[in-house]
């Protein structure tokens, strides 16, 4: 009886690769079928129009003076 060692070795490799494969697949498929029920359950709030213009420049200066703060600090030390 002679065993082929490297035909073997190739068997147990396309055995785990097709495992991993389907079980990835899997996941994902679950992963999408979760995420839709959440979005149709618990869908995410829309902001209103009006109010995001204002907190989008409010941002904005608060990042400036961030940015700013940050680089005095640097100067400084």
Do not use: W, Y
């Amino acid at each position: 009886m002679e065993t082929n060692l490297v035909l073997e070795g190739v068997k147990f490799m396309i055995l785990g690769m097709g495992t991993v494969f389907v079980f990835l697949i899997i996941m994902i498929a679950c992963m999408n079928i979760i995420s839709s029920v959440i979005n149709k359950f618990f869908p995410e709030p829309q902001p209103s129009a009006g109010a995001s213009g204002a907190n989008a420049q409010n941002d904005k200066k608060k990042i400036v003076a961030a940015i700013t703060a940050a680089i005095a600090h640097h100067r400084q030390g």
